[in-house]
């Protein structure tokens, strides 16, 4: 029996194409919560809502499975699944999306069990915010809720979205989503105006350059691992989401300790996310890999009081 607290993640489920300029991988295992999802589980016990196609291999569930994700929530429909192509330039930062098909996602009404409906952990992964609105309604008094949202949920439906900001404690989105909702270049303003709508602790994700944390009017910076060599970003931000809205799970609590630590464990599974094409590089992941890695960053980043 599972005695890991459970998380429950509610998001899409995708076969993805993706170009890099390190090479190319057709209809591998993506969408938000499959990278939250295996992130979460090193921590806590995640359970993925969400709809795949007849074409889904069961391969991927039985992969999600043997991570100890409970899949009963992964609903299979007739039709096909999710399909994201895209193509990443030479420097990462920017990226095409050369092909979106929603197939069975289009039609996605998450509804949850009464089981689910009482879990105390929740992460709204990206998808249209009168659906997470949706599924905090159907929650029974839930302990910690993260959301995470885009450009075009901000672009076209601004005032669901500060209903969903109401009622969340985290709210994860980078840095060019932060401007765009605030108007403000600086993160500190940015974070400030954020967090008065709603969320307790807002968690300014900046790709490469680490992430900006605003929570109890306190500023915390963590760093981005630096690595060697990038393979595939898609999905490193749902993987750093999952990762620490697992560890909050598991210690059970919201403080500003925790948080940081939840902030580098994610900034952590990240790193190991974007070293593979898709999930391949969290596939073989072992814990104590984890903790090495951990342990670098704050060796990395540890200073001293300086007196002058």
């Known amino acids: 029996m599972n005695t890991k607290p459970r998380v429950l993640i509610v998001g899409s489920m995708a076969l993805d194409t993706i170009e890099a300029p390190g090479g190319k991988a057709s209809n591998i295992l993506g969408g938000a ?8 589980s090193f921590f806590a016990q995640p359970v993925p809502i969400c709809v795949v196609g007849e ?24 039709g096909k699944t999710f399909h994201w192509e895209a193509r990443y330039l030479d420097d990462f930062d920017e990226r095409e999306t050369l092909d979106t098909q929603c197939n069975v996602f289009a039609d996605f009404r998450p509804l949850l069990t009464q089981e689910q409906s009482e879990a105390h952990h929740l992460f709204l992964a990206n998808i249209h915010p009168s659906l997470q609105l949706s599924v905090l309604d159907q929650m029974r008094g839930p302990k910690i809720v993260g959301c995470d949202t885009m450009n075009l949920w901000i672009d076209t439906e ?13 709210l994860f989105l980078n840095d060019s989503e932060a401007t765009l909702l605030c108007q403000a270049r600086e993160l500190r303003r940015a974070a400030e105006e954020l967090s008065r709508l709603g969320p307790r602790c807002v968690v300014i994700k900046k790709g490469s350059h680490g992430a900006f944390v605003y929570y109890q009017r306190q500023v915390f910076l963590a760093p981005a691992y630096p690595l060697q ?12 989401a999952g990762a620490m809205m697992g560890y909050l799970a598991r210690e059970g609590n919201i403080e500003p300790e925790t948080v940081r630590k939840a902030v580098i464990l994610g900034t952590i599974l990240a790193s190991f996310t ?35």
Not at 60 to 65: N, T
Not at 229 to 240: L, M, S
Not at 279 to 290: C, F, G, H, N
Request: hydrophobic content about 40%; proline content about 3%.
């Open 33 to 40: 919560a499959t990278f939250a999802s295996l992130a979460c």
């Open 55 to 78: 074409d889904f291999p069961q391969e991927h569930i039985d992969l999600l499975a043997g991570h100890g994700v409970d899949t009963s929530g992964i609903q299979r429909q007739e």
């Open 158 to 170: 601004p005032a669901t979205l500060r209903q969903v900001f109401s009622r969340c404690d985290i």
């Open 229 to 240: 060599k990038v393979i595939d970003p898609t999905g490193a931000g749902d993987a750093f």
């Open 274 to 308: 974007v070293e593979g094409f898709g999930v391949d590089a969290l596939r073989s992941l072992k814990t104590e890999e984890i903790i090495a890695r951990y342990g670098e960053l704050a060796e990395m980043t540890t200073f001293g009081r300086v007196t002058l």
